[in-house]
Each structure stands twice: as C-alpha cells, then as structure tokens.
C-alpha cells in the first residue's frame, strides 16, 4: 500500500483522500481531486513485449523528426525543454495514438507545462494563485483528451492494438466494465504525466553524458557498426526491432549507467502497514516512509567510484548491479514498480542510436551547468546544444544558408 506522491497524484479520490491523512497540510489534493484510474492490470498490457514492438517504428519516427528539426535549426537548442516536448509528442502521438494537429499539439504542451508546475501549490483558489492556474489547466487538458478520446472511439483503426489508448479500452472491457470517460482522461493523464517528466530528464542526460564522453559515443557508434546498423549511418524508415535493440549490449550499458547517475526520480512514498524495526529505530504502524533512490545508488557497496560515470561497470565481467537485488532501482522496486520501465528504455535507446548514426552535437556553452535535482535532475541551463545532421556517409548535412555560403566561398 502507498500514499500518494508526486507521481500519484491523479490516484487521489475522494473515497481514496484518508491516504492524505500522514500529510495533512501538504495541500497535495490541490489540483487532482479526480477518480480512481484503471488498475495496474489494466495497464501492465499497455507495456507488453508485443505493445512495445508495435510502438517502435512510430517512436523511430518522432525522434527522427525531432533530430532533423534540432539539426535544422540555425540556433544552439534548449535541450530540456525540447526532450519535454519530445516526451509529450510521443506520449500523445504513438502511447495513446491521438491525431491532433500540430498547431493543437503545441498548445496542449504549454498548458501540460501549467498544468505540472502547478500540481503542488497550496489550495488557496485566489486569483492568479499558482491553484487556480493548475485548476484551469487541468480543466483544459481535460476538455482537449476528452475531443481526441472521442475523435478516436469514432474512428477507430481496427484491432491490432496499435497504441494503448486501444489496449485500455479493450482490457477494461476485460476486466470489469468498460471504462467511463471520466476514467481514461484520468487514466491518459496519469500516463502522460509518468512519462513526461522522467524520460525527458533521463534523455537530458544522455545527451550531456555523451557529450562530456565522446568515447563512449564511438563505443557506441561501434557496436552499431558490427552489427552492419551504421554502415551508410542512415536507418531506414521502420528498421529498428525490439529483438535487434535488445542485442546491443554496450547500449543497454550506456543507458543503465545514465539512470544510475542520474536517475531521474528520488525515491517513493509507502505507508508502514505494521511495525518493524530498521537499524535499532521502530518504525510504527501508519507512517509514512521515503525510499531514496539516489541515496541508495550513491551509496550502494557494489559499485566502485560511484560518481564516475562508467557504463563498462555493466557489462561482461562486471556486472555491479547483479550483486544484490536493491542497489540498483533507477525504477522503483516490488509490486509498484514502474509499469513504462521497458517503454522509457526503448525510448531512451532509440534516441540514442539515433544520435549516434545521424547527428553530430556539441555544446554551446563554455562549461557543463550545474545539475539540479528537483522537480527531476536536469541542468540548470537547460543544456544549450547546437545539432547538425549528418547524410548517409555520416558527413555534416549543411543548412541552406551553410551551403549557400560555402558555394560562394
Ligand atoms: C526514465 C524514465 C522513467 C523513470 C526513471 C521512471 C521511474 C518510476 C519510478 C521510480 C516509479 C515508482 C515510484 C514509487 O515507487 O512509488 C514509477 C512508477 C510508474 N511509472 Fe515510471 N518512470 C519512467 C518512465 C515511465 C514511462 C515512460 C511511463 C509510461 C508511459 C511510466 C509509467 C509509470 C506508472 C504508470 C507508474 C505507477 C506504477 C504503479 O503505481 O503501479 N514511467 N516510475
């Protein structure tokens, strides 16, 4: 049993509020008084190895065409803030598959925007107070999933459970009823808003990682090219398989060693269901407990110089986190594990063989920024990276501007 956490914060219903009872003037309840989402087996089908097979040629695509426009923009790109839209275009596009134009997509993502900045604020419904803004964009987002839910149910695109939104509706069926409207706009939110953050702080990273590390980024560029995957750097259109990312070992290295280092979030809420004893200290019954995870990676035995960030600590040979079952926990542990594990990984793989095969970056600024942790670890700065795209023989692609100029030259 848990009580809600930032991450929970759709779960709290009216029937559900005595959860609240440990942080009674926290205002938590602020901006998410709604009902009860679709339980976790309900979702879990979401994440299935086939959903996941089905995602990947569409998040292939999202990233590619993210790629292109960082690469095409003449300007160093705010690399936080774009991984925020990434994440939300890939939530919206290929998790719950909704066909929103562009130009509504973009004004989703700023109210999204309003909507988690406000999450936290105290229940004071003033004018211009941060809980009347986040009651408002909540409002907004609500009416905007509800158009897409309904413009979906009418066209629906036959069964072969190609987004989950699909898979939702179909397994509520299963399960119980079927699913009121009410309950999927709580329960798309709830995914959107688990996806969005973490994964955009944890592509944020990536990015700075193989910056700071341009050996582990050949590495990587390496493996790709044993495995014949960047022999004219371009990967077709619907190439990528779930069996090929899972074969790329250094990769699944790469991305293991960023979550550690930076995982993206700190730790989890639990209610004591029964007393114990940790330590020497009593535990009661009835309080609430943080588990940390960042404390526990920086100071798990198994890994040798912790602060320094060495994917290699994962492969053959090494394998620090098959030493004990909860050193190494970037999501979560027992049954309340994150349920997008295996999405966020596909995702955060993707992106990086996309990087490697068909950008070149580097950073715009003098120095690395400062990182902070909160709301989720991420630089200071944004992290201001200038991209340039590279053609099938991995050469810079020139912008027009770029290419008019060397022509004169
Ligand atoms: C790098 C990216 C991600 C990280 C680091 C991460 C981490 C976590 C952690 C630590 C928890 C458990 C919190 C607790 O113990 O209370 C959690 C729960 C959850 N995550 Fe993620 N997550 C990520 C991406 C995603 C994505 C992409 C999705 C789905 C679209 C997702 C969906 C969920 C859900 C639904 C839960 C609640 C599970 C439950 O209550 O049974 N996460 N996540």
Known sequence: ERVPHPLKLFRISPQAIDFTAPFPDSGIRAVSDVCLPPPPQVLSKIFSHEALQSYLPKIQLVIQDTLRAWSSNPEPINVYYEAQQLTFRMAIRVLL???????????????????VENVF?????????????????????????????????????????SDALDLLIESGKEHRKELTMQELKDGTLELIFAAYATTASA???LIMQLLKHPQVLEKLREELRSKGMLH?????????????????????????????????????????????ELD??????????????????????????????????????????????????????????????????????????????????????????????????????????????????????????????????
């Not at 009835?286 to 960042?294: A, D, E, K, L, N």
């Not at 100071?299 to 960030?309: E, G, M, Q, R, S």
């Open 121 to 161: 604020s105290l229940p004071l419904d003033l004018p211009f107070s941060g809980y009347r803004k986040g009651i408002r964009a909540r409002e907004a987002l609500q009416k905007g999933l509800e158009r897409a839910i309904r413009e979906k149910l009418q066209n629906p695109q036959g069964k072969d459970y």
């Open 203 to 205: 592509s944020t990273s």
């Open 232 to 276: 004219n750097g371009c990967l077709c259109e619907g190439s990528l398989q779930l069996d090929t990312l899972n074969s790329l070992h250094y990769l699944d290295c790469v991305i293991k060693e960023v979550l550690r280092l930076f995982t993206p979030i700190s730790g989890g809420y639990r209610t004591v269901l029964q007393t114990f």
């Open 280 to 409: 020497g200290f009593q535990i009661p019954k009835g309080w609430s407990v943080m588990y940390s995870i960042r404390d526990t990676h920086d100071t798990a035995p198994v890994f040798k110089d912790v602060d320094v960030f060495d994917p290699d600590r994962f492969g053959q040979g090494r394998t620090e986190d098959k030493d004990g079952r909860f050193h190494y926990l970037p999501f979560g542990g027992g049954v309340r594990t994150c349920l997008g594990k295996h999405l966020a990984k596909l995702f955060l793989k993707a992106l990086a063989i996309e990087l490697a095969s068909t950008s070149r970056f580097e950073l715009a600024t003098r120095t690395f920024s400062r990182v902070t942790l909160v709301p989720v670890v991420h630089p200071v700065d944004g992290l201001k990276v200038k991209f340039f795209g590279l053609d099938s023989n991995q050469n810079e692609i020139l912008t027009e501007t770029e290419a008019m100029l060397d022509a004169t030259v």
């Open 97 to 115: 598959g909704f066909r929103i134009p562009e130009e509504e997509l973009s004004h989703l993502f700023e109210v999204f925007q309003q909507f």
